[in-house]
């Protein structure tokens, strides 16, 4: 108790003290472990309630309701007279139309939510009920999600009836048989080494420059061009006109630095065309560009964003 006073900075009458200095010690004491005791108390009493609301979350967690597999839809066992069927043994059903008007080509990042099902009704996966939509490159799902999401359009929602041969063809533990999904594509973007539509040729908007080069301006910039003696940093994919991706700095990670004067005359020139901070598309002439000397042969087409000059 004394030791406790101290560090209370409280200091009690000696035990040697006189008849009425005990009993003012007695009571020092009652009064100081009645005191003692509630201060404590409290502290009890905050702690317990602490740890009653840390108990209530967490049972209030554990008791959250878990999302249940979604219903299988009616026509889960086979498609129904109305739905569309290709030639690969398919067959879809829109069940949304959408608003966007472009489809996704094999090589574009698409977004979806999707729920799938086995024809007895079992769902075995979906993005709907991990509350979280799913982004990735078409060409690296099952072959009939490919061709069924190339079919659809932003918005739009889908049935897909994938048959085993375009599903999991009998792979040791995935679902087998033919596959039912519900795929709605919520986005499409385009894979930065995917070629341009307008690849085999330059479209009636791009400029045409009297040395042959042609430039179509994809983003604007607002910073300073470069000149001739200029370093640059870009990021850039090349293409010959059949769609032949040949370089990019893109799936590298690392952008190019150079300067201006030491590449290709169809750079060299577009490159000064641009500001900093924009993203142009060139057809670069084969005298522009390797002049026949070397492959890649012909026309060849470059995406360039131009990142800094300096």
Not at 220 to 236: A, D, E, L, Q
Request: proline share 8%.
């Amino acid at each position: 108790m004394k030791k406790l006073f101290a560090a209370l900075g409280l200091t009690p009458i000696g035990s040697n003290a006189s008849g009425a200095g005990r009993a003012l010690n007695r009571g020092w004491n009652w009064c100081s472990r009645r005191w003692i005791s509630r201060l404590l108390g409290k502290a009890l009493l905050m702690k317990t309630t602490l740890l009653g609301l840390v108990f209530l979350l967490i049972a209030t967690l554990a008791g959250a309701e878990t999302p249940g597999p979604i219903p299988a839809p009616a026509d889960v066992a086979e498609p129904p007279a109305e739905a569309e069927r290709t030639a690969s043994g398919l067959a879809t059903k829109v069940i949304e139309a959408g608003e966007g008007r472009a489809h996704p080509s094999r090589t574009d990042l698409v977004k979806i939510d999707y729920t799938g099902w086995t024809t007895d009704g079992k769902m075995f996966d979906s993005s709907v009920t991990k509350g979280k939509p799913s982004t990735f490159r078409l060409d690296r799902v099952l072959p009939g999600m490919i061709e069924g999401v190339q079919l659809m359009v932003t918005g739009e929602t889908r049935r897909l009836w994938i048959p085993e041969a375009l599903a999991n063809q009998g792979a040791k533990g995935k679902p087998a048989g033919t596959l039912v999904y519900e795929v709605k594509l919520i986005a499409i973007e385009r894979s930065p080494t995917a070629p341009p539509p307008d690849v085999r040729s330059p479209p009636d908007e791009a400029e045409k420059m009297g040395s042959g080069l042609a430039y179509l301006k994809l983003k604007p910039g607002s910073g300073k061009h470069p000149s001739r003696r200029s370093s640059v940093t870009v990021n850039y994919s090349g293409w010959t006109t059949d769609g032949k991706l040949f370089d990019s700095s893109v799936p590298r990670g690392k952008p190019a630095t150079f300067r201006v004067d030491q590449v290709i005359e169809g750079w060299t020139e577009g490159l000064q065309m641009m500001a900093e901070g924009e993203k142009a598309r060139f057809w670069i002439p084969e005298p522009l560009a390797y002049k026949g000397e070397r492959a890649p042969f012909g026309m060849l087409v470059f995406e360039i964003e131009l990142l800094k000059v300096e």
